[in-house]
């Protein structure tokens, strides 16, 4: 099986330290290089062999956001990023998930969460830290001129799905990965990434995100449903 190639970048040697030593003792995971500043990190991606960037936003230079951006303008295929982020950084999270991100991460997360979340951003999963969900994921990705659909709409976009979907849209608003969803409902990793690809259909959902904000809009419904 070939691994997951993984480049951290944070300017804090401890942390570039202490996530390489956590990554290196789960299978499958590869730390192929670290990196201190966003300069270092770009030229470490410009060599095309890292899957997964774990990637600080405030570093001196260039900073996270700007790797992002240069990344999604880049002629190559750009990795996976992750953002590390703590708690007071709610707007920069947003900006990086609308610059191309495919997640964020608090840097103080469980072992389990950061290797569970390097695997789900190779797959290209939206990888959503649910201790922190309620506070950045709603409307992240909508457009700054466009005020949040009223909730009466958005229970309206939920009409159209099967209770199993219902299920599996709340699980995908809490973070989960297909491949959690699939050990909590006994189901196939197949039969959940049908069920997840109909749901963004049906609620005209772009992207995983975008869902995932529309579970966290309608958790009140979707909490109910479960209980019924």
């Known amino acids: ?29 590869e730390v192929v290089g670290t990196a201190a500043d966003g300069a270092d990190a770009l030229q470490r991606c410009a ?42 950084l709610d707007d920069y999270v947003r900006a990086a998930l609308s610059l191309g991100a495919c997640g964020f991460l608090l840097k103080n997360s469980p072992h389990e969460r950061i290797a569970a979340a390097v695997r789900s951003a190779a797959e290209g999963e939206t990888v959503l830290s649910a201790s922190v969900l309620s506070t950045v994921v709603e409307g992240y990705l909508a457009p700054a001129a466009r005020p949040a659909p009223e909730a009466p709409a958005d229970l309206h976009r939920l009409e159209a799905l ?6 599996i849209l709340r699980l995908v608003g809490e973070g989960c990965s297909n491949a959690a969803i699939a050990s909590e409902l006994f189901l196939s990793l197949h039969t959940v990434k049908t069920h997840v690809s109909r749901i963004l259909q049906k609620t005209e ?4 995100g975008q869902a995932a904000a529309l579970a966290h809009r309608c958790q ?9």
């Open 1 to 29: 099986m070939t691994s997951i190639r993984v480049l951290v970048v944070d300017d804090e040697p401890i942390v570039r330290d202490g996530l390489s030593m956590i990554l290196a003792t789960y299978a499958g995971i």
């Open 47 to 88: 060599l095309g062999d890292v899957d997964v960037v774990l990637l600080d936003i405030r570093m001196p230079g260039i900073d996270g956001l700007e790797v992002l951006r240069r990344l999604a303008a880049g002629t190559t295929p750009a990795p996976h990023v992750v953002v590390l982020t703590t708690f007071d």
């Open 162 to 167: 099967t209770a199993r979907e219902l299920e």
């Open 205 to 208: 959902c772009e992207n995983r």
């Open 220 to 228: 009140s419904y979707l909490a109910s449903t479960s209980d019924g």
